[in-house]
């Protein structure tokens, strides 16, 4: 083979895996507008993380501004401590409440955070005090049963089941 | 006599195992010595080049179509399970996850195994048989640096290209018929995609597993080819080896690859 179209056989290769490595990283990966590198850690306590998992978004009025990234279990309160890096450049109130959210019935668990009024920002390494833990369908199916029960009394099987509940506040007494 | 079968069986295995500790100590030394020759590779680039030509450039087609095809038929069978739990915008994050993170290093390191690892074999092993290689050392030239070395190293430069450029096709293929046959939206395909895919867990790890596979199969094929016996069947059965060799160890180092990358990120 002569030499100079050996050359250019083997730089167009070269020259489109690299293309390809860069479409990868560019237009699959989405390296240059999340820069993981740059940020900060904010941590919260949860009651009940439910189902988050490692690496899920953090969304402040639905734009991803963090992931997840460690969750552990704080051996004295018993509750689930969740450190979330936020990208550099966006800055939430000492007031600020984080909730574990779920996008759709059967969609991803994240962490939402609604900023609040105090004008102190929270800083590296800083706490969220006002946190709200993730809805649990078992528990929450448990609680209506147990009311429903509660309130129904003797009177369960003269209109059925679907009658409404006369008082679902008070029906834990 | 009983005792002397007991015996026999022992023998065979002792000369088993004594043969296998040989060869993998051969293999050892020989793996080293062929990176003691990587400064040579390098400066002898035009003989690296043309070993990148004939493993590399030469894959290209096969490379390409298996991609195209592999990412058609994944959005194809991906959409089908995926529209039954309403999930069907996920599809691009299916694709590119699978291809990025195991079936592009994969495939495309069992392709180039049996594209390019078993010519390695095969024309080293002829090598020997015809002994060129003997003629070489005769004439003072070593034939690790002047034959053995620009294959492994062109082997290994060839692999990540070869692999980015299969997950890169497999992507447009399940684009194709995600976008343009199907009728997903392109936003959401690309959207949902770039929001799943990160950079360094899942396209720096798929590229480090391309590499590990790249030196897995060049290493086999050149050790096969000068470790081969030197008749007709020798390389033959040199050749066989290289391809199911490389095979297998592209599959197991791919599950050891795999614990160590991505243990824990879905706890």
Known sequence: ?173 | MPASTVAMALRRVGHATITSVERLGFAARFSVAVLVHAPSALRRLQLTLREIYFSGVLSLVIILVSGLFVGMVLALQGYDVLTRYGANESLGVLVALSLVRELGPVVAGLLFASRAGSAITAEIGLMKTTEQLSAMEMMAVDPLARVVAPRFFGGILSMPLLAALFSTLGIFGAYLVGVRLIGIDAGSFWGNMQAAVDFRYDIVNGIIKSVVFGVAVSLIAVFEGYNARPTAEGVSTATTRTVVASSLSILALDFVLTVFMFRGLGV
């Open chain 1, 1 to 173: 083979m002569n030499r100079s179209t050996l050359d250019l056989w083997v730089g167009i290769f070269v020259t489109i895996g690299i293309a390809a490595i860069l479409f990868l990283s560019l237009k699959v990966g989405n390296l240059l507008t999340v820069s993981n590198d740059q940020g900060y850690r904010l941590e919260a306590e949860f009651d009940n993380i439910g189902g988050l998992k490692l690496r899920a978004p953090v969304k402040a009025a639905g734009v991803v501004v963090g992931r997840v990234e460690s969750i552990k279990l704080d051996p004295q309160s018993y509750q689930a401590l969740v450190t979330m890096k936020i990208d550099r450049g966006y800055e939430f109130s000492k007031d600020t409440i984080a909730s574990i959210l779920t996008s759709g019935l059967l969609g991803e668990v994240y962490i939402g955070l609604d900023t609040g009024g105090d004008t102190k920002m929270l800083a590296d390494g800083g706490k969220i005090t006002k946190t709200q833990s993730a809805i649990v369908l078992e528990k929450l199916i448990g609680q209506f049963l147990f009311d429903k029960a509660a309130s129904g009394g003797g009177a369960s099987g003269a209109s059925g089941g679907g009658a409404p509940l006369p008082a679902a506040t008070g029906g834990g007494k």
